[in-house]
């Protein structure tokens, strides 16, 4: 949890706890409280699951955008800075608290990026209250039971469901510096070589945080899954998916069977070579320049 220079944490109230988000605040982004950095529209950054996972996922992405917007990243309920409740978390928990989210930080309709399987419950958040999106940009938006394609019926799925083991295999193999670095280097990056130590420091310190073992391991249970196939064709904001040619849980086939299923909503879809799960951290070079085009090209109808 490594904030950029001139972010600070803020935090907001929801349902079930209390939610951490880094929005800018000083130099040299607001070089003093005015009127004009009020004013500016709101952008917000949805980070993904997976063993500490957190709004630093962004980070390399979202400064550049700082001038333009009020940037809201939040660590999402269970994650990161923000709190993490006693319960085994479901689905319904993340789509509230979105929505919580965006009605009490934003007045207006906002574009929202996010990633993996929150993006997938963002868009179940956009079909329920579609009031709150201005757009959809999403990197791997998949709910990880797409066309029955079911990850919880994986080997790895099916030893964490084990009591009591799951907490051994948390504390010994993925809330390590060690645990964190094989699961980005092998599951999470294309190219292992672009994991460099500040990334394992951020993932480790948000999975060493008490109770986060709860909202990960509700993750990595399969607790989380659904079809996502089942909802896209209720989809009505404007949508752009950037997809990762090398991701390692749902492949892009995956990706553009969903985007098929509305092109009414979903008028964009990336397959992005020689990434996978996390271009934001891999090549945030190009997530940046994708995102800004595609802000663009999805509000050209307004």
């Not at 094989?182 to 951020?202: C, G, M, P, T, W």
Request: hydrophobic share 40%; aromatic share 12%.
């Amino acid at each position: 949890m490594i904030e950029p220079n001139g972010f600070k944490q803020n935090s907001l109230s929801t349902s079930l706890g209390r939610m951490a988000y880094y929005t800018p605040a000083g130099s040299p982004w607001r070089p003093s409280d005015t009127v004009e950095s009020a004013e500016l529209p709101p952008l917000v950054f949805l980070h993904g699951f997976g063993g500490g996972s957190s709004a630093y996922e962004w980070s390399k992405v979202y400064p550049a955008f700082a001038s333009e917007y009020r940037i809201l990243a939040p660590d999402l309920i269970g994650w990161g800075r923000s709190e993490h409740p006693v319960r085994n978390y479901k689905i319904d928990d993340y789509i509230t608290t979105i929505i919580e989210f965006l009605e009490g930080t934003c007045n207006q309709a906002v574009p929202v990026v996010a990633s993996s399987l929150t993006a997938a419950f963002t868009i179940r958040a956009a079909i329920e209250r579609p009031d709150l999106f201005k757009s959809l940009i999403l990197t791997t938006p998949a709910g990880l039971a797409d066309f029955g394609q079911d990850y919880r019926r994986s080997f790895f799925a099916q030893v964490v469901s084990t009591p009591i083991l799951d907490r051994i295999l948390y504390t010994t193999g993925i809330a390590t510096s060690a645990g964190i670095r094989n699961f980005l280097e092998n599951r999470q990056f294309a190219q292992s070589s672009r994991v460099y130590e500040e990334i394992v420091e951020a993932y480790l310190a948000s999975a060493q945080q008490p109770n986060a073992e709860y909202a990960a391991l509700s993750f990595v249970r399969g607790d989380l899954c659904f079809d996502l196939s089942l909802y896209v064709p209720q989809l009505t904001t404007p949508t752009a998916i950037i997809w990762g040619q090398k991701s390692e849980f749902t492949g892009p086939d995956v990706g553009k069977r969903l985007a098929a299923l509305n092109p009414q909503a979903i008028r964009i879809f990336q397959p992005l070579d020689d990434v996978g799960l996390t271009p934001q951290l891999e090549l945030p070079g190009v997530t940046i320049g994708l995102i800004r085009r595609y802000l663009q090209q999805l509000n050209e109808g307004e």
